[in-house]
């Protein structure tokens, strides 16, 4: 077969040059056969179909002249006949014997994909007109490399991502050390009271509870402290609160009232209030806590209890008596600057138990009703424990709690303190 090929040498020559290129019939036919296979199947069904009912039954017409008219007529009838009640799985055989290749290879790399395996096989080359497998193919090879590269940018991320978490962890790790050394030593809770327990557990590593205590020349204070918030915010109220607190009780000594606990509350108000700027309103926070603060005298057997929010529990022969505090918290913005916190003294006889917590035990939901855990419930408990020593209490208490609580989430961080006061002056 020849080909002809026309060149020309520009404006200055006009004669024009022949190349005569031969190429073989069967480089013909494949390059022909490509540029078909390359036709939608709705085009290569087109074709199909213009060859059997008009081609076929034509050629068969213009060369079945030996045929009678009749006869030719008849022949013609039957073909098409024929044709049309076989063009319908005879299309829908061809179909599926051209699309079935293609579709396997579309559903291997669907599952490849699906597997996770990005790995790209290579780009089917671009024609001049694709048909819809083609395209959809090369669909699915750039939606691989896409996938591809975002997994490699998320790996990336996840990567940072866990170094950050891990450089995060270890700074609040070292916080909640920092945390710790604020708070009194087990061994100075346990030289103050002839029986104790101490439940505190913070909802993270870091929390807003604390506890304080404090000897003064005839007894010691002792608190239980809830903060704003949890978690980090939290833990930085409890180091301010801890260091004004020792603030207000310097304060309260120079002036007389070393022993008195609604005085010492009333000063640490005016010393958060002062030191956050929350006095009047337009500062950028709205921070303090609730406190329950008792004063114990253990030679005059007399415990004076003041509270911000936060009651005081007595036990009484068969009975948890509450001792409110005042609904006032301390520190916050509406809180009054001058608010006088009241002192509730009361006498104690030998043995006799007292208990302060943070709203995290009785806040806690649980339950088959969802239900807070409640005072009812922490009251009990004191009750059913009243004959056992309180040492060990902090971790039946947990288990108690822990069990009511169930599948719901940790609301808030929890301290409870239980204590006996041996009377010195008897």
């Known amino acids: 077969m020849m080909v002809s090929v026309l060149g020309g040498s520009g404006e200055a020559d006009e004669n024009e040059n022949q190349i005569l290129v031969k190429v073989s019939p069967m480089e013909w036919i494949s390059a022909a056969a490509g540029r078909v296979a390359a036709w939608s199947v709705r085009r290569k069904m087109n074709v199909l179909l213009l060859v059997t009912l008009v081609l076929l039954p034509l050629s068969l017409l213009l060369t079945g002249q030996a045929l009678g008219p009749k006869t030719q007529a008849n022949v013609i009838v039957a073909l098409l006949v024929g044709a049309v009640i076989l063009f319908a799985p005879l299309s829908w055989l061809l179909s599926h014997l051209m699309a079935s290749r293609s579709i396997r290879e579309l559903n291997d790399q669907c599952y490849r994909l699906k597997q996770g395996d990005f790995t790209l096989e290579e780009l ?13 193919k090369r669909n699915l090879h750039w939606m691989g490399y896409a996938l591809a590269a975002r997994e490699e940018r998320l790996s990336s991320a996840m990567q940072r991502l866990s ?3 891990h450089q995060i962890g270890e700074s609040i790790d070292y916080a909640a050390l920092i945390q710790r050394s604020f708070l009194p030593d087990a061994a100075d809770l346990g030289t103050l009271f002839s029986d104790h327990f101490l439940l505190w557990d913070q909802r ?4 807003g509870d604390s506890y304080w205590m404090r000897r003064t020349g005839d007894g010691f204070f002792v608190a239980v402290i809830d903060c704003t918030g949890h978690g980090v915010p939290g833990a930085f109220m409890t180091l301010i609160v801890h260091a004004l607190f020792e603030q207000a009780a310097d304060t309260c000594r120079r002036q007389g009232r070393e022993t008195d606990p609604g005085s010492v509350l009333s000063e640490l108000n005016r010393l958060i209030k002062d030191a956050l700027g ?14 329950g ?6 030679q005059a057997g007399e415990l004076v209890y003041a509270g911000a929010r936060n009651p005081l529990y007595v036990l009484e022969d068969q009975d948890v008596r509450e001792l409110r505090g005042d609904r006032c918290g301390i520190g916050y913005v509406r809180s009054p600057r001058d608010f006088a916190f009241s002192s509730q003294p009361l006498r104690f006889a030998k043995g006799q138990r007292f208990y302060m917590a943070t709203d995290g035990a009785v806040d806690q939901v649980g339950g088959t009703k969802r239900f807070p855990f409640g005072k009812r419930r922490l009251k009990e408990f004191f009750l059913e424990h009243a004959k056992l020593p309180l040492a060990g209490q902090d971790r039946r208490l947990a288990e108690a709690l822990e069990q009511y609580r169930g599948e719901e989430p940790r609301r808030d961080d929890i301290t409870v303190l239980g204590f006996e006061i041996e009377e010195k002056g008897q």
């Open 204 to 207: 993270d590593r870091v929390g």
């Open 278 to 291: 929350q006095n009047e309103g337009g500062g950028m926070s709205d921070d303090g806590l609730d406190c």
């Open 293 to 298: 603060l008792c004063h114990v005298n253990p």
């Open 124 to 136: 089917p080359p671009e024609r001049g007109e694709e048909h819809d497998f083609l395209r959809l």
């Open 163 to 165: 170094e950050a978490q």
